[in-house]
Every structure is written in structure tokens, then in C-alpha cells.
């Protein structure tokens, strides 16, 4: 089915992930298929859409996805592939996840995948943070962690946007998910490969787009006697390409919220007392960009091969 220029539909385009990859799709060899915006709710206009195109992309609440995915999956003919941004299939098994930069060998796995979820954006930092450290050795699976995080506002959707916009009805800086479940925790847990669920700890803040996630750690906690120096090596080597991800071994006195918004990249720093006893890792990135679209456009890029 692929032809020279893959085609694409994106079932809730005109969300604020949706827009963000449309944006994104302008600069590539695709041809992207619409639907009327009026029609966006009506499963028979968007089921005979999917079956004409080669990627699906799922830009909708974890439900609507759900019925998405079970629509396509009863395609008799032509399945296209789908890249699903919600948190519906992050950590079920027969998705691959869509952050390439897991491990060598993800962005092949991404590349050959039907199905493919896009990361949550918190998760994104936590995981590239993470994930090496406890692989490493450095971090223990049992670690008893702690996730810190700030979002610009446009991670709550349209409905956040609008309150912090149009109503103003929103606090400048506020905490949330204190009942300390958020839905990233599973795919946080599953990919950084912990068996201890962190305390994650997330906010928002009164300015558009951008994401700071940070995890302090006591260096005398740490397993097998590692020191700061072991953490920088680890996560330089890890990022060792940064086409996306890099360690940046220079250290910013103030790390700002939206020191990268409006880029898909995502920098990890290693921030540490004079004492060298204490740590914080952060990982600073777009909520919309790496965290969101940005991501998806990487993951696009893949499962298409343009
Ligand atoms: N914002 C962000 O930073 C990120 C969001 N995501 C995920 O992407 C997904 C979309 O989020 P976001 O773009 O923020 O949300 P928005 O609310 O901005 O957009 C969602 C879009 O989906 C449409 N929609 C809702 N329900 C249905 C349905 N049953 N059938 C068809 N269309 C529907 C909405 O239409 P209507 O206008 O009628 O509401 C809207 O156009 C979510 O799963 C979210 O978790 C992922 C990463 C980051
Ligand atoms: C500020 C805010 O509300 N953020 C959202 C997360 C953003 C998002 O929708 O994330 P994923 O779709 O990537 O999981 C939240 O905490 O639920």
C-alpha cells in the first residue's frame, strides 16, 4: 500500500497534538489526508478514511483511541500502521513504544512496528533520565524516588489552554495529581525499570509550552559505590549521538521552563552540590515538542521511512 508519498490521517487533528503534528507534516514527503472538522465525531467518515491511508495517527482521549484502534482492527482489507498519542497502549505488549532513544535497536523496532505509542510527555524526561542509570547499575530497581515536574499549561488540552487564556480563571502555579497516581507512573515504572513506583510530583505554571522534569538523588544511596562522575558517564554515553537527546555537561545555574519550547529537542543536565553528595538530574524539553508532536513527527518519520 505504501506508495512514493505515504498517506496520513490524524483522527483528532484539530487538538492541540493533532495541530502540532500537522504543523510538523508540512516539512515532509506525505500527503495528509482531512476530514471536515465537523465530521471529527463521526466514526463511519473516519473509518473510511483510515482504510485508505498507510498511518493512522491517533490524536484523541485514551477512550476515543480505544475505539479507534478496535474500529481499524475490524478493517477486513488494508490495515494502515497506527501511532497512538494517548496513554491507552504505552505499556501494552503488543505496542512498541515510541521513544527511540530507549535503547540501540529502538528506532528499528519503531521502523518495523504496526502499532506504536507515542510517550507521555512527563515520561519522556523521567524515562530518558532513568532509564540508563537503572540499566546501568547506578540506580537501584527499588530505588525509593522521587519525580519532580513542571508543564506549560498547554499540556492540559484545549481545556487548559482555554482556562489559562480565554477565562484566566487559573492559578499562575499549581501542583496537581497529589493523590499521587498520575497515568504516566505505569509507563515511567514499566520503561525505566524500576519495581518501586516513584512519588511523582507534577505542576503547572502560567506560560504556554515547555516541561522541566527533575529526580534528586542522595549519592550515597546510589548502588555499587557510583559518584556523580559515574551518572555524567553513563548518560553521556547513553546520548552519546544527542541528535535529540543530549547530556550537556555544562550546568545552567536556573534551568527555565521554557528554555526549549518551540524546539523538539530535550537537554539532561546533572546538577550537583559543592560536597558532591547531593543530585539533581533534569531534563529539560517541550511538553508539545519531545514531549508531544515533536516525538510523533520522530516516530512518523520512522514508520514511514521519509
Ligand atoms: N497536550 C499535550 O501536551 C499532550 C497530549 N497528549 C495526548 O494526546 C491526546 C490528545 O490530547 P490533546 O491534543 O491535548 O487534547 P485536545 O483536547 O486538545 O484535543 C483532542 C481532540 O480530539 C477530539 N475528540 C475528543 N473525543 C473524540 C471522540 N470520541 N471522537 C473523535 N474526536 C474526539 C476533540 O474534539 P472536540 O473539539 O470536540 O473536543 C479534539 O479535537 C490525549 O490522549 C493526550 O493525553 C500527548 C502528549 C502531550
Ligand atoms: C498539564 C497537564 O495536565 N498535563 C497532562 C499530561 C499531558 C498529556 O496529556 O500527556 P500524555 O497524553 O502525553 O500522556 C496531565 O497531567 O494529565
Sequence with gaps: MMSQMPKIFIDGEYGTTGLGIRQRLGNLPVQVCSIPVEQRHDMKVRLDMMAQVDLVVLCLPDEASRESVAAIQSLSGHQPKVLDASTAFRTHPDWVYGFAELDLGQAEKIKSAPLVANPGCYSSGAIALLHPLVKAGIIAKDYPLTINAISGYSGGGKQMIASYEVTKDAPPFMLYGLSLQHKHLPEIVHYAGLSREPIFVPSVGNFPQGMI????????????????????????????????????????AKVSGDHLALTDQMELHVHSNVRQDMVVLTATFDNLGKGASGAAIQNIRLMLGV
Design 213 to 252: 522534569v527533575s529526580v534528586p538523588l542522595h549519592v550515597d544511596t546510589l548502588s555499587n559505590n557510583a559518584n556523580i562522575d559515574d551518572i555524567k558517564q553513563c548518560l553521556q554515553q547513553h546520548y552519546a549521538d544527542g541528535n535529540v537527546v543530549s547530556f550537556v555537561d555544562e550546568v545552567p
